[in-house]
């Protein structure tokens, strides 16, 4: 029961400062005992009056915070640095990659390629800071993923502390960060640089060109829904980093999430606009392979079952992602 209390208090506290304050805190609560039973050994009851006199978890954190005056407290204050500068950092360097391939591409243009970047800069940094801080706002006075809020509770009793957490039910921090990364860096290179994405074509004399995958004339359309599908997903990775395990409610997100992924998945990519509908015929141009070549073959089978490919691929990764997480929020 001590040890639920200690932890109860200490995951609403900053990551650094849970260590001192478990162990301050353990001290606090052993005097205690000590005081009304001296050298003997605590029954349950002593260590319910001594909980009881401390006051919920959330009382006590706040104590040792010394204010309750935050936009995003304390409990998200850490996953919100954490996210906020993946998500900047990922979104220079993504910008910065898009940079250096257009320069690549087009050598001539290099000068309008800076001020673009420079421009996307600018302009892409605030706006990503201000929703990573509305996510975080929304979650913090929306309920999300946070404790109970037992310190509003008047009947509040150490029975209704919950168990620490199998450790196999936790989530490491690198997961969620390396998931984010690659979303932000895809966000990015769809948002500014779709055309990238194809086969380059390289000949004596260095780059030649890319042969797309998507469909640059009616691909402006689907944007939207592309960084829908991204964002989404960004959110869950950000969920699960807050949450730092496996739990019932995260898994219902999640099943969430992925639901509304595998709906955009299927509605982006099995439009008939979506890829390239040229793309052999742009290969055949560019020289990668002779028209009625075996390898022409083979990449034309390949490429008229690259939707069902991707589909089954991604709802895989996605149905997995759900049963994982539910089998492991299922562990003690």
């Known amino acids: 029961m001590i040890e639920r ?7 609403k506290l900053p990551q650094n400062q849970r260590d001192d304050i478990a162990i301050e805190l353990r001290g ?9 039973i001296g050298s003997g050994e605590a029954s349950n009851q002593v ?14 954190a706040n104590k040792y915070r010394g204010t309750k005056k935050y936009l995003i407290g304390p409990e998200l204050y850490d996953p919100f640095l954490i996210v906020l500068k993946i998500v900047l950092i990922s979104m220079s360097v993504g910008l910065g990659a898009v940079f250096v ?17 420079i421009v996307a800069l600018v302009t892409g940094l605030p706006q ?3 929703w990573v801080a509305l996510m975080f706002v929304l979650v913090e006075y929306g309920g999300g993923l946070k404790t109970k809020d037992l310190g509003l509770d008047k009947a509040w009793s150490p029975a209704m502390l919950t168990a620490i957490p199998d450790p196999k039910r936790r989530i490491k921090r690198s997961e969620p960060i390396i998931a984010i990364i690659f979303y932000v860096i895809i966000m990015v ?32 359309m689907y944007m939207p829904f592309v960084l829908l599908f991204f964002a989404t997903f960004i959110v869950k990775e950000c969920l699960k980093l807050i949450s730092g395990k496996w739990t019932m409610k995260l898994v219902g997100y999640t099943t969430v999430i992925n639901i509304l992924g595998i709906v955009v998945i299927f ?17 055949v141009q560019a020289g990668v392979v002779a028209e009625g ?35 492991k929020a299922r562990k003690k």
């Open 5 to 11: 209390y200690i932890y109860a208090v200490t995951q």
């Open 189 to 220: 290179w769809f948002a500014f640089s779709s055309d990238f994405f194809g086969i380059y074509v390289f000949n004596d004399n260095g780059f030649k060109e890319v042969v797309p995958f998507l469909n640059e004339e009616a691909f402006s």
């Open 293 to 327: 070549s075996e390898g022409y073959q083979i990449g034309e089978a390949i490429w008229r079952n690259s939707t069902r490919i991707t589909v089954a691929i991604l709802l895989i990764g996605l149905v997995w992602d759900i049963i994982d997480g539910w089998i």
């Open 47 to 60: 260590v319910e009056e001594v909980l009881l006199e401390l006051g919920s978890p959330r009382e006590m």
């Open 128 to 130: 990503a800071l201000g």
């Open 267 to 283: 509605f982006l990519i099995t439009g008939d606009s979506f890829w390239n509908p040229e793309f052999m015929n742009d290969l």
């Open 101 to 117: 391939i257009q320069s690549i591409i087009t050598p001539p243009e290099i000068l309008d390629h800076f001020v673009k970047l």
């Open 28 to 36: 606090l609560i052993e005097d205690m005992i000590e005081e009304r």
